[in-house]
């Protein structure tokens, strides 16, 4: 299994993500938001930073959009008054947007590993890697199992919506306990 360590200054906050402007549009006031300079120069650094890592760690992007991954995050925090689920938004959209890592960041499970107080070197350390389970099935093993079962029922050669679905992470009756109720053997 494939890992990335990355290692990030204290990213903006989602306090500090997003500004918002009153402008006026056929004569009514509108807010509208934008990213901060703060933001903006943030990705542009860590965007750069995270293409080389990719290179350098020999990182191969999947193209599979079904695949989730784990974000392993250590918090080097500078003070304690500090929550550490306000500095994914700007991470995530920066490794999104340096499009070699995942294709969205809706494939992205954060997790806060440890919380650390360095008043010297504050950081943010963080490892990449996929999830074990894809879409309904807790492995690759039991996709490819069930997947097997499948070559031989009417409705995979039709294109299979429940089994796309199960494959998104779809919960739905139709298939209990890795079985899928509207299974029906080719006729030979």
């Known amino acids: 299994m494939q890992k990335l360590k990355l290692v990030s200054p204290i990213a903006p906050s989602v306090n500090h993500y997003l500004a ?6 056929n004569g ?17 650094n860590f965007i750069r930073y995270i293409k080389e890592q990719v ?15 784990y974000l392993d995050t250590y ?11 306000n500095y994914y938004k700007c991470i995530a959209d920066s ?8 294709i969205d960041d809706v494939q992205l499970c954060e997790r806060v590993q440890g919380i650390f107080y360095d008043s010297e070197n ?11 389970y894809i879409g309904i099935f807790e492995n690759k093993s039991k996709l490819d199992e069930f997947e097997t079962k499948c070559l031989c029922c ?6 299979c919506s429940l089994l796309k679905n199960a494959k998104e992470g779809r919960i739905q009756k139709e298939i209990k306990d890795g079985v899928c109720c509207k299974y029906s053997n080719i006729k030979k």
């Not at 918002?20 to 549009?25: A, E, P, Q, S």
């Not at 504050?122 to 074990?132: C, V």
């Open 20 to 25: 918002y402007k009153t402008i006026i549009k």
């Open 28 to 44: 009514k006031h509108i807010a509208m938001s934008y990213k901060t300079k703060m933001a903006r120069d943030y990705k542009k």
């Open 55 to 69: 290179k350098k760690q020999g990182w191969i992007k999947s193209e599979n959009p079904f695949q989730h991954y």
């Open 75 to 85: 918090f080097y925090f500078p003070r304690v008054d500090m929550d550490a689920n």
């Open 95 to 102: 490794i999104t947007e340096s499009n070699v890592v995942w």
């Open 122 to 132: 504050p950081r943010i350390e963080m490892i990449l890697h996929e999830t074990d």
């Open 154 to 159: 009417l409705k995979y050669k039709r294109n």
